[in-house]
């Protein structure tokens, strides 16, 4: 299974990295290609390590403005030459969307995935990994457009929250 991966490319605190090395070494061990931002940096970059580590294949969709951090183990490294054309490379190359903590960027490519979703363009499973609460401020926001008629899909239709990446798995696994 390609996995797509959102998360932060900044170096975080461990209540965010162990969650995400753990995550990482699941993929890997699965046999999944990681399909993420192609970055060596932060977050980006130990998912990356970790995936390659536990025998998973690497997937990197850079964009040619942070060509500087792109990740050079990667099994495949493509280059975009702007953020919205890598969105939509990522979103192609995936068979599934997983989100990890991450800032403007994450959040960013995770509310384009859920619009897209929201409309039919993809019937891709999309799992956002709430760790240690980070998404609990967007579960709320969502569950109160759904609950306001802002949705025209139920959310459970269009998002999974899970707190540990063997939910997540589990999760991608019963979307199957």
Known sequence: MNITVFCSA??????????????????????DT?????????????????????????????????????????????????????KALLLERADAVVVLVGGLGTLDEVTEVLELKKHALHDKPVVLLDTDGFYAGM??????????????????????????PAEAFAALDQAR
């Open 139 to 164: 579960r709320t926001q969502l569950e109160r457009m759904e609950t306001e008629g802002f949705l025209p899909r139920p959310l459970a239709d269009l998002v999974v929250f899970a707190t540990t």
């Open 34 to 86: 990681l399909v993420w931002g192609g970055s060596h940096a932060g977050l980006m970059g130990l998912l990356a390590d970790g995936v390659k580590e536990a025998g998973g294949r690497l997937v990197g969709i850079s964009v040619d403005l942070l060509a500087h951090k792109a990740y050079e183990g990667a099994d495949e490294l493509v280059s975009a030459p702007d953020l919205a054309t890598r």
């Open 10 to 31: 900044y170096s975080l605190d461990e209540r965010y990295t162990l969650p995400a090395a753990d995550f990482a070494r699941l993929l890997g061990e699965r046999g």
